[in-house]
């Protein structure tokens, strides 16, 4: 079964500031997507960034990017100039090819200081 | 409709109540998900829907778990003879077949059980 790490249960950044969350995950699978989603008080899980596993270039989206290593099975979200609305839980997740659900991460706490 | 929509949003019910939590998908979505996320925790996958039928249940936790859905359409999950390790935020989720831009979720409805 897949698995899906996130190691730092809470991080802080400094407003303006660059942050990097980690998410290591466990397949035997060769095709696969990955997903950033981040939570915040709402609950509503708003989806931040995609990534195909096929795909070696890394996706990026504004300010957010990832950083996809695929032989590591690694995929960490960096955000740029981080502002006091990016304050939130954000949860990184895992869908085979062909699967039909996806398999979160324990989630990482962002908190964004002024 | 334009988003999920859940409800209710919150839920207190006492120890033994049966409960029923509704969710109404994107309308067109043929994919409906329910997760469970503990307090603090990542989301649990409880049942996958596909049109009415559900061919991966695998999540339900216990026999007092079961989920339908009718017309393609609103599902509902219900909770019998409730516990206080029931308590949780249960959340919903859609997306279309064939694609995979990730789901889109409701804001979901706490449950808390006395």
């Known amino acids: 079964a897949q698995t899906v790490t996130q190691s730092q249960p809470e991080m802080s950044v400094q407003e303006a500031e660059t942050v990097t969350l980690s998410c290591t995950y466990d397949?035997?699978?060769?095709?696969?997507?990955l997903f950033w989603y981040k939570q915040p008080p709402s609950r509503q899980m708003i989806l931040v960034i995609r990534?195909?596993?096929?795909?070696?270039q890394n996706a990026t989206e504004n300010r957010f990017s990832v950083n996809f290593q695929k032989a590591a099975k690694s995929f960490s979200l960096k955000i740029s100039d981080s502002q006091l609305g990016d304050a939130a839980m954000y949860f990184c997740a895992y869908r085979g090819l062909y699967g039909n659900k996806l398999v979160f991460g324990a989630g990482t706490i962002l908190r964004v200081k002024s | 409709g334009a988003g999920v929509s859940q409800s209710p949003s919150n839920k207190v019910t006492e120890k033994g109540k049966d409960v029923e939590l509704r969710c109404d998908p994107i309308s067109g979505h043929t994919a409906l998900y329910w997760y469970r996320q503990s307090l603090g925790q990542g989301l649990e996958f409880l049942i996958y829907f596909q049109g009415n039928s559900a061919p991966d249940k695998s999540g339900l936790p216990s026999d007092r778990f079961s989920a339908e859905r009718t017309g393609g359409s609103v599902s509902t999950l219900t909770i019998q003879r409730t516990q206080q390790e029931d308590s949780a935020v249960y959340l919903c989720a859609s997306s279309p077949t064939g694609v995979d831009y990730g789901y889109t979720f409701g804001s979901g409805t706490r449950l808390t059980v006395v």
């Open positions: 990534q195909e596993a096929y795909k070696q």
């Open positions: 397949t035997s699978e060769s095709d696969y997507y």
